[in-house]
């Protein structure tokens, strides 16, 4: 209810023609209306106020409240009354829509086959939907839902996941793959924008033609046409993302009525749609950022606004907190989970995982290998931090610095990555004139050992000589020296530092064990740490990842674990260590 205190002036006799009556508004209440408009006479028509107005127009006055409650004349006046009715677009308005609609549809699926082959990130998406159709584990650096959207576009047109995508150019007809099937998915998503964005405006406040304008450049633009007909991720990323915005702006046409069915459901879809977006493309955090700036800036208002009461505030805030921060996390990890569920086969990506996740993927038994590693044993040494690999040699030198055997990371399991750990020669000397020199004698925390390369006996060998691609001051070469029956030099000798342990097995972290411990490779004389990070050598180092020696290295990409532990002295009654799995 509306209501203004007014002064209704009525012409006295003998005053000027032309002026009957005139209402001056003093003072405006109303919770709807927002902040009271005053018009005071004496602000009006100067220090004699109506006085002044009375003797010089010849109009006297009589105070009056005004109710416009229900009035057509006053209706500027009762907009709070105004905001109080539902949003709806009217028939008009959804016939100018229909026939945007149709004009999109036809600029989105005409020719959709043509062209008839693999167009750009086709090549990549084309075959992600594939191994999800095998269940062949792959690892890629975008969120699954968009990729997994495919894959059922794929499944209902009929594809089997057995066309590779290889390369640009494959030509679909000739493999018989339901492409046009896959292409359907985005080009239906980017024709459900226009409609979108119609919504979003009139949800906004904007006039019809305003919305219909809009609509129409959404309909007609040249990107968003082209990238939603081809099996892209940008056409589900964009679909999300507008769905998000007209829910969020559906949301704030409840705001006069906080806490009702459509007021919850609204803030809901809009939590979901964050998560779904954020599940196609990691670019999503933009839309979180904007949503929640703008849920700020509401609760912020929220804050001033003296009608709320604190319980009631209370309840704004933690709804808001669970739909937009909870909800999205939630739909986020559930979109993970099925892709998880849904790719349990052995692939390509395993060489990116921990050990411990490799192990739960059908086609993996990474098995148990004997726990204690001991002088003179064979093992597979795997670098920690990047899961890139296993420490490994072959019979290629490097093209730069010394030209020695190259030493690298490799990711697949082979005879070259196998390395003996023996004893320094000084060591080797003490032990061989003990009282028995045939004892099994376990590696411990700071104990200097030698690395053999098991099948071109080169030893792990480092020098004051720069890394091929790694050229700092503060990084050395490491490289493979030496031959058959040389007895090597002390910059073959590395000090074993295990920094960490199993804490159901304490000795893990005193003693050598395969599987538990985790340890450090320090050089000896350059005092320096057997290191990577996954930078690539040339092709003439076949592409694998540079090993290289750091002084000051952190500590995370310097840890190393013996995977696998061969030695025939070992009883057979030994403990054994496996990988959990997670």
């Given at each position: 209810?509306?209501h203004?205190?007014?002064?209704?002036?009525?012409?006295?006799?003998g005053?000027?023609?032309?002026?009957?009556?005139?209402?001056?508004i003093?003072?405006?209440?109303?919770?709807?209306?927002?902040?009271?408009?005053?018009?005071?006479?004496?602000?009006a028509y100067?220090?004699?106020?109506a006085?002044?107005?009375?003797?010089?127009?010849?109009?006297?006055?009589?105070?009056?409240?005004?109710?416009?409650?229900?009035?057509?004349?006053?209706?500027?006046?009762?907009?709070?009354?105004?905001?109080?009715?539902?949003?709806?677009?009217?028939?008009?308005?959804?016939?100018?829509?229909?026939?945007?609609?149709l004009?999109?549809?036809?600029?989105?699926?005409?020719?959709?086959?043509?062209?008839?082959?693999?167009?750009?990130?086709?090549?990549?998406?084309?075959?992600?939907?594939?191994?999800?159709?095998?269940?062949?584990?792959?690892?890629?650096?975008?969120?699954?839902?968009?990729?997994?959207?495919?894959?059922?576009?794929?499944r209902?047109?009929?594809?089997?996941?057995?066309?590779?995508?290889?390369?640009?150019?494959?030509?679909?007809?000739?493999?018989?793959?339901?492409?046009?099937?896959?292409?359907?998915?985005?080009?239906?998503?980017?024709?459900?924008m226009?409609?979108?964005?119609?919504?979003?405006?009139?949800?906004?406040?904007?006039?019809?033609?305003?919305?219909?304008?809009?609509?129409?450049?959404?309909?007609?633009?040249?990107?968003?046409?082209?990238?939603?007909?081809?099996?892209?991720?940008?056409?589900?990323?964009?679909?999300?993302?507008g769905?998000?915005?007209?829910?969020?702006?559906?949301?704030?046409?409840e705001?006069?009525?906080?806490?009702?069915?459509?007021?919850?459901?609204?803030l809901?879809?809009?939590?979901?749609?964050?998560?779904?977006?954020?599940?196609?493309?990691?670019?999503?955090?933009?839309?979180?950022?904007t949503?929640?700036?703008?849920?700020?800036?509401?609760?912020?208002?929220?804050?001033?606004?003296?009608?709320?009461?604190?319980?009631?505030?209370?309840?704004?805030?933690?709804?808001?907190?669970?739909?937009?921060i909870?909800?999205?996390?939630?739909?986020?990890?559930?979109?993970?989970q099925?892709?998880?569920?849904?790719?349990?086969?052995?692939g390509?990506?395993?060489?990116?995982?921990?050990?411990?996740?490799q192990?739960?993927?059908?086609?993996?038994?990474?098995?148990?290998?004997?726990?204690?590693?001991?002088?003179?044993?064979?093992?597979?040494?795997r670098?920690?931090?990047?899961?890139?690999?296993?420490?490994?040699?072959?019979?290629?030198?490097?093209e730069?610095?010394?030209?020695?055997?190259?030493?690298?990371?490799?990711?697949?399991?082979?005879?070259?990555?196998?390395?003996?750990?023996?004893?320094?020669e000084?060591?080797e000397?003490?032990?061989?004139?003990?009282?028995?020199?045939?004892e099994?004698?376990?590696i411990?925390?700071?104990d200097?050992v030698?690395?053999?390369?098991?099948r071109?006996?080169?030893?792990?060998?480092?020098?004051?000589?720069?890394?091929?691609?790694?050229?700092?001051d503060?990084?050395?070469?490491?490289?493979?020296?030496?031959?058959?029956?040389?007895?090597?030099?002390?910059?073959?000798?590395?000090?074993?530092?295990?920094?960490?342990?199993?804490?159901?097995?304490?000795?893990?972290?005193?003693?050598?064990?395969?599987?538990?411990?985790?340890?450090?490779?320090?050089?000896?004389n350059?005092?320096?740490?057997?290191f990577?990070?996954?930078?690539?050598?040339p092709?003439?180092?076949?592409?694998?990842?540079?090993?290289?020696?750091?002084?000051?290295?952190?500590?995370?990409?310097?840890?190393?674990?013996?995977?696998?532990?061969?030695?025939?002295?070992?009883?057979?009654?030994?403990?054994?260590?496996?990988?959990?799995?997670?």
């Amino acid at each position: 209810m509306a209501h203004l205190e007014s002064m209704r002036y009525r012409k006295q006799p003998g005053g000027n023609a032309g002026h009957d009556e005139a209402t001056v508004i003093s003072g405006m209440s109303s919770v709807a209306a927002g902040t009271p408009t005053t018009l005071d006479s004496d602000d009006a028509y100067g220090a004699d106020g109506a006085a002044g107005l009375n003797s010089d127009l010849g109009y006297s006055y009589e105070k009056k409240d005004l109710d416009f409650s229900t009035s057509s004349t006053l209706a500027p006046f009762a907009a709070g009354d105004r905001q109080h009715q539902r949003f709806c677009i009217s028939r008009n308005q959804w016939i100018t829509l229909g026939f945007i609609v149709l004009a999109a549809a036809y600029v989105r699926l005409w020719r959709l086959s043509n062209p008839a082959q693999v167009v750009f990130d086709e090549v990549h998406f084309g075959k992600f939907a594939g191994k999800y159709l095998n269940g062949t584990y792959f690892f890629d650096v975008h969120p699954p839902l968009a990729k997994m959207m495919f894959a059922a576009a794929g499944r209902l047109a009929g594809y089997d996941g057995v066309f590779d995508f290889k390369s640009i150019g494959l030509d679909y007809i000739a493999a018989n793959v339901p492409y046009i099937g896959m292409r359907l998915m985005p080009a239906l998503l980017g024709l459900s924008m226009v409609p979108i964005t119609y919504v979003t405006l009139a949800a906004l406040g904007h006039a019809a033609d305003a919305c219909a304008l809009g609509a129409l450049l959404v309909c007609f633009e040249n990107a968003l046409l082209t990238q939603s007909r081809l099996i892209l991720l940008d056409a589900s990323l964009i679909f999300f993302t507008g769905l998000t915005v007209m829910f969020w702006a559906l949301f704030f046409t409840e705001s006069h009525r906080p806490f009702g069915n459509r007021w919850w459901g609204y803030l809901m879809l809009t939590g979901v749609n964050l998560g779904n977006a954020l599940s196609c493309k990691w670019v999503g955090l933009f839309l979180i950022a904007t949503v929640g700036v703008w849920t700020v800036k509401d609760l912020w208002e929220k804050l001033g606004d003296l009608s709320i009461s604190p319980g009631q505030y209370v309840r704004h805030f933690v709804a808001r907190a669970v739909a937009l921060i909870v909800v999205p996390v939630v739909v986020y990890l559930f979109w993970f989970q099925v892709h998880f569920s849904v790719l349990h086969k052995s692939g390509d990506g395993n060489a990116f995982m921990s050990p411990e996740f490799q192990n739960t993927l059908d086609g993996v038994n990474l098995g148990h290998t004997p726990r204690d590693v001991y002088f003179g044993s064979r093992v597979r040494i795997r670098h920690d931090a990047t899961n890139a690999g296993y420490l490994h040699s072959h019979l290629s030198n490097y093209e730069t610095g010394s030209k020695q055997q190259q030493v690298t990371l490799y990711g697949f399991r082979d005879d070259n990555n196998y390395w003996v750990l023996t004893r320094t020669e000084a060591d080797e000397e003490a032990h061989q004139n003990s009282t028995n020199p045939h004892e099994l004698q376990q590696i411990k925390d700071g104990d200097t050992v030698r690395l053999l390369h098991w099948r071109t006996h080169r030893r792990l060998h480092s020098h004051n000589e720069r890394p091929p691609v790694t050229t700092n001051d503060y990084q050395n070469e490491v490289s493979g020296y030496g031959w058959e029956g040389f007895n090597g030099d002390s910059n073959d000798h590395w000090r074993v530092q295990i920094l960490e342990g199993d804490s159901s097995i304490p000795d893990s972290k005193k003693k050598l064990m395969a599987i538990h411990s985790k340890f450090r490779l320090i050089h000896v004389n350059q005092r320096c740490a057997l290191f990577s990070n996954r930078k690539k050598l040339p092709k003439w180092g076949h592409e694998q990842v540079e090993v290289s020696c750091m002084k000051s290295a952190k500590f995370p990409k310097t840890l190393w674990r013996v995977e696998s532990n061969i030695n025939e002295n070992i009883p057979a009654k030994a403990p054994l260590a496996e990988y959990r799995r997670p």
